[in-house]
């Protein structure tokens, strides 16, 4: 078989997990990362992660925050045990301060909101450790809405995702936090 000319060959390629729920996002992202020298092995969930990853650590991962079952938050401390030199990002459509620190807590080097394309997860995956101080900060503050927005995610993440508890905590009606849970998180 001849390759073509500039491809990278296999032994030399880079290993990253894929991890989305989301069929078609997955296979056109992990397509787009295998032509820009990825060995890409794509999950759909946090369990058929850790079973691809325990057979063969990846130096990369691309993480979705929301899949059935564990979060992928849970996904990301799992991968950081197994090896702490895995470089993770995480991607979501439920973009939120809350669930970024806590992404980077636990080990993700960076966060995306989808919709994102391959260019964008690969320049998140090289961008160094350290972080950006020359980053411009915004003079305006969040909007109530996103506000509001904000403290749900955190408090939802401080009940691990549990809807009915974390509806308690904030002492509203489960109906009325799931409403809130299903639109789009607001702009700034």
């Not at 997990?17 to 069929?23: G, Q």
């Not at 993440?157 to 489960?174: D, F, I, P």
Request: charged share 25%; aromatic share 4%.
């Amino acid at each position: 078989m001849t390759e073509k000319p500039g491809a990278i060959a296999e032994d030399e390629q880079s290993t990253l997990l894929l991890a989305d729920d989301d069929d078609a996002f997955r296979r056109v992202l992990a397509r787009a990362l295998g032509r820009r020298g990825y060995a890409v092995t794509c999950a759909a969930t946090v369990d058929e992660a850790m079973a691809v990853a325990l057979a063969q650590p990846p130096e990369y991962a691309v993480v979705d925050l929301r899949m059935p079952g564990d979060s992928g938050l849970v996904l990301i401390e799992k991968l950081i045990e197994l090896d702490p030199n895995t470089r993770i990002v995480m991607l979501t459509g439920y973009a939120s301060i809350a669930t970024a620190i806590e992404a980077i807590k636990l080990g993700a080097i960076h966060y995306l909101s989808k919709p994102c394309d391959a260019d964008e997860v690969v320049a998140a995956l090289n961008k160094s450790v350290a972080g950006d101080a020359t980053l411009p900060v915004s003079g305006s503050p969040l909007s109530v809405n996103r506000l509001e927005w904000e403290h749900i995610q955190r408090v939802l993440g401080e009940h691990q995702g549990n809807v009915s508890s974390t509806a308690r905590a904030l002492k509203m009606h489960r109906r009325t936090l799931q409403r809130k849970l299903s639109k789009h998180p607001v702009r700034d």
